[in-house]
């Protein structure tokens, strides 16, 4: 029986796959580049943003998604400036967060949605729904 060839063990060959751009109020404020490889298709991810020195001392990922993970933009709007991050996450996973709104734990729901539907100040977006496009980190207004 023959092992499918992305399962065999071997050295990720990675592209430039995609670029995200996001935005809070009409400015872009980052960008999450998006590698991929072309033997398996894991992803493996990069935040740019004015200010943020992500780069790793070493080469390569420290992370990469698979089958049952999605990349998704986290996204904090309980105080005046939006504050962002990308995750690696599962369908249940917790996001470890505080924030001034002391919500109950933020988890992930199916979709890669908020589970809590009601909450006001937070949302997770896929990256996959915004490959090449851009993503508004402002978050749905509630009357």
């Known amino acids: 029986m023959s092992v499918p060839q992305q399962q065999k063990e071997h ?3 990675f592209r430039y796959y995609a670029c995200i751009n996001l935005w809070d109020n009409g400015e872009t404020v980052a960008a999450v580049d998006v590698w991929r490889c072309s033997i398996c298709h894991v992803k493996g991810t990069e935040l740019r943003a004015q200010g943020l020195n992500n780069l790793a001392a ?3 990922f420290r992370e990469l998604d698979g089958p049952d993970s999605n990349w998704l933009v986290f996204v904090c709007g ?3 400036r939006l504050k962002f991050e990308l995750l690696n ?3 249940g996973d917790t996001i470890k967060h505080e924030c001034v709104e002391k919500s109950p734990p933020i988890r992930v729901g199916s979709g ?3 589970e ?3 909450d006001r100040f937070h949302k997770i977006e896929s990256i996959e729904n915004y490959l090449n496009e851009t993503l508004d980190l402002a978050l749905p207004r509630h009357q």
């Open 89 to 91: 996450l599962h369908v």
């Open 58 to 60: 070493e080469a390569g």
């Open 78 to 80: 309980a105080e005046e």
């Open 112 to 114: 890669y949605k908020l």
């Open 11 to 13: 050295s990720h060959d």
């Open 116 to 118: 809590d539907k009601n």
